[in-house]
């Protein structure tokens, strides 16, 4: 019988966050193209940053674990170019907080502990047991299902729910105005590797969630 292969190691970026991140007292999972890579089991382009998916109530656990280090909060108090460290204070929705590295745009002091690596956290709504993907179109989805293991080695978010938001399926109506509702070519490139990987059952959920929160689309013509 032969041995199984050993998974591939961790690209550097993922294995800093994911050590960085071990101890933190708060449910935290690897989104974004990262964790489409991580799916895969190989990098297939280039990423800026690695995104974390933490919920809303837990941003506290974030403030606490990371004292003196260099994080920038957005929310819709302050501007998109908001370089302000973040306080501490409590950030409203849709909110993100950055991790930058010395030298960054958002780097605003030496005297700060920065990241090796450029890293968010994306900060989620959930309601008791489930995760609210989308509260305008009541999509939501059982936080039991919504993240596995990956090869990598953090929790890592379902591939199909990675490839939902990078559909834009979480955004509001009024988000969508703002930015415009036309897929990136990031995600186009996340999109079409990651489809022919997706189980029936996967697949069907997403074409259903993401005709429900985005019934044009121009993904559902491929699922």
């Known amino acids: 019988m032969i041995d199984p292969q050993p998974a591939p190691p961790a690209p550097a970026a993922v294995a800093y966050v994911r050590d960085l991140l071990r101890g933190l007292d708060a449910p935290w999972f690897l989104c974004g193209g990262w964790a489409a890579d991580d799916w895969l089991g190989r990098r297939t382009r280039e990423h800026w940053d690695v995104d974390i998916a933490v919920f809303h109530d837990d941003q506290r656990a974030i403030f606490a674990y990371l004292p003196g280090w260099a994080l ?27 991790v930058p590295r010395l030298g960054s745009s958002l780097s605003t002091s030496p005297e700060l502990t920065h990241s090796e690596f450029e890293f968010e956290f994306l900060l989620n709504e959930r309601a008791g047991q489930e995760w609210i993907l989308n509260r305008e179109k009541g999509v939501t989805v059982s936080l039991e299902r919504h993240v596995r293991q990956s090869s990598w080695g953090p929790p890592t978010v379902a591939p199909e729910i990675v490839l939902f938001h990078k559909a834009g399926g979480h955004l509001t109506a009024a988000e969508l105005k703002a930015g415009g509702d036309g897929p990136r070519p990031r995600d186009e490139q996340d999109f079409f590797a990651v489809l022919p990987t997706l189980a029936p059952a996967q697949r069907t959920w997403l074409r259903d969630t993401l005709a429900t929160a985005r019934p044009a689309h121009p993904w559902l013509a491929h699922l």
């Open 72 to 98: 920038v909060g957005h929310d819709p108090n302050v501007p998109d170019d908001t370089t302000e460290q973040w306080n501490g204070r409590q950030l409203d929705p849709p909110a993100h907080i950055h």
